[in-house]
């Protein structure tokens, strides 16, 4: 795994925003940044446009965003809940979460959060100070879906 598996954009509920966003013409980082209500230069836009890519909802090239086809189906979805769930979906398949997944539902007893910590820096390539962040930002996501 590379740190660019590790997500920066620590709000789900922002991430789901980029598709709406992207939708509406709201193609490049800081336009993205603009939409969801944040103000760094870019830079946090720039994180969540790669966490709605990584999740597969947005292709990017030339920092310009567009929707792709699950992008589409995701913005058809009437709220916030179906939105999650969606997420909750593919987050099963992209490597990080798949294989924490995996881990909190195989292991009995359950993995404490301790537990998921230890093993998510077991996993993280970068620092740790880097890791600690990721993993806050790591744990939010699988509260709000509900894997923990």
């Given amino acids: 795994m590379d740190t660019s598996d590790f997500l920066q954009a620590d709000d789900i509920y922002k991430v789901i925003l980029v598709p709406s ?10 336009e993205i940044e603009e939409f969801i209500g944040v103000d760094s230069d870019g830079r946090q836009g ?4 790669l966490a709605a890519e990584k999740f597969g909802l947005v292709f990017n090239e030339n920092n ?9 189906d995701f913005i058809a979805l009437e709220d916030d809940s ?3 769930n969606f997420i909750a979906n593919i987050m099963c398949k992209t490597e990080v979460f798949s294989q ?3 881990y909190l539902e195989s292991s009995n007893p359950k993995p404490s959060l301790t537990d998921l910590e230890d ?5 993280y390539p970068g620092s740790k ?4 962040r990721r993993f806050s930002t790591f ?3 699988l509260r709000v879906t509900r894997f923990i």
């Fill in 21 to 30: 966003a992207v939708a509406r013409g709201f193609q490049t980082d800081d």
């Fill in 46 to 49: 720039r994180y969540y446009r």
């Fill in 64 to 72: 310009l965003s567009t929707l792709t086809v699950e992008g589409e």
């Fill in 82 to 84: 179906s939105k999650i």
């Fill in 100 to 102: 924490a997944i995996e």
């Fill in 119 to 123: 093993w998510f820096f077991d996993r």
């Fill in 129 to 132: 100070n880097t890791a600690e």
């Fill in 139 to 141: 744990k939010k996501y």
